[in-house]
């Protein structure tokens, strides 16, 4: 068998390879990791919690049960907020910045987004949820961080990943020199690297929409979804197959190993869509970005947008390059901007 390789001794390697490292980003890594494994443990009773009638009862430690969304926003919280790296955070769970306690914040160099438990909704139905995060380098010169730190472009980001918690926990990241996945073997409590160097298959196979939605989308995002069924009829294609999770974090991931796009685009009730651009979108376009993909708004590549607001929504198609450029074409030629 190869050489079992740990998240620690992998993020360890990437560290050596940059001599002017001081080990503080591996650090902030490794407590993400940390997070993970105590939110995938929570999220494998959460059933058992229901099922034994726990939720909004009291627990051994005497605290109210919490719904697993706000417990894993805090889990990601509790882990970041005195490990004196991180400057200021920003939660889709958490209406402001996050500010650190004074005696912790001011020599954070890194500023933390994330949407804690992503694909909530799934959890009643034991359906696979994710955490997603993004990484950036504080702007502001001292003190505590701010609003601005949060509201970088993508392109600015210098790590982000996800975790999908599902039949196995799963922890994708980049610091933007290639994208690794690792697998958490339950019996060490590690995670390993199970999928070195992650790209796209230049073959896609899956779209992945709320079809539900169709007739409120825009006249190209609908002429666009006919072409990835093979029934444009300008526009020969083979039809590809549908797979909808509804949590983005499985729905990408799935299609991140098997090819495909996801989108979520903007419809009559929904001018921006539903995702949240620096929760959702930006770091899952960073890690498209690294794996061969493409992330874009319909005319906007992701990672170029300057955020406004903290919890700022877009639409997004991500996934192979192609087909993302294909739907910005269908955009272009056919909706009235
Ligand atoms: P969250 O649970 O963090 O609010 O995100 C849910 C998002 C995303 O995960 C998913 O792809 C999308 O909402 C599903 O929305 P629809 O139910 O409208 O399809
Ligand atoms: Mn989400
Ligand atoms: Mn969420």
Redesign the pocket.
């Known amino acids: 068998m190869d050489r079992l390789v740990t998240i620690e001794r992998h993020i360890l390697n990437q560290e050596h390879q940059h001599p002017e490292a001081t080990g503080v980003f591996s650090n902030l890594l490794y407590d993400i990791a940390l997070a993970a494994k105590i939110i995938a443990r929570e999220t494998r009773r959460a059933g058992l919690a229901q099922l034994l009638g726990m939720a909004g009862r009291i627990n051994v430690q005497g605290e109210e049960q919490m719904k697993l969304?706000a417990f894993a926003n805090e889990t990601l919280i509790r882990m970041n907020a005195e490990s004196g790296r991180i400057a200021v955070m920003a939660s889709?769970e958490s209406s402001g910045i996050i500010p650190i306690p004074e005696a912790h914040c001011c020599n954070g160099r890194y500023v933390l987004l994330f949407?804690p438990?992503?694909?909530?909704?799934?959890v009643e139905a034991n359906v696979s949820?994710?955490t997603i995060f993004g990484i950036y380098r504080r702007i502001s010169q001292s003190g505590p961080g701010t609003l601005a730190d949060c509201l970088q472009p993508g392109r600015a980001l210098v790590a982000a990943g996800y975790v999908v918690y599902s039949t196995s926990t799963m922890l994708v990241y980049t610091t933007g020199r290639g994208v690794d996945g690792f697998t958490l073997d339950p019996t060490l409590g590690e995670f390993l690297l199970t999928h070195p160097n992650l790209r796209y298959p230049s073959k896609a196979n899956y779209y992945s929409a709320?079809q539900?939605?169709q007739q409120y989308w825009s006249a190209g995002v609908q002429r666009y979804t006919r072409w990835l069924q093979g029934m444009d009829p300008d526009e020969p294609s083979n039809p590809m197959a549908a797979r909808?999770?509804?949590?983005?974090?499985a729905?990408f991931h799935r299609n991140l190993l098997a090819g495909g796009v996801?989108y979520?685009p903007a419809d009559i009730h929904n001018p921006s869509g539903?995702?949240?651009l620096v929760?959702?979108s930006a770091p899952l376009a960073f890690v498209a970005q690294h794996a061969g993909g493409l992330a874009s708004d319909g005319q906007r590549r992701i990672l170029d947008i300057e955020p406004d607001s903290l919890h700022q929504r877009t639409p997004l198609f991500i996934g192979n390059r192609e087909l993302v450029e294909r739907a910005e074409q269908y955009i272009q030629r056919y909706d009235q901007l």
Do not use: F, I, T
Request: glycine share 14%.
């Open positions: 969304d889709e949407d438990l992503d694909g909530s909704s799934n949820v994710g709320n539900g939605n909808y999770v509804g949590s983005l974090v729905d996801y979520y539903k995702l949240r929760y959702e």
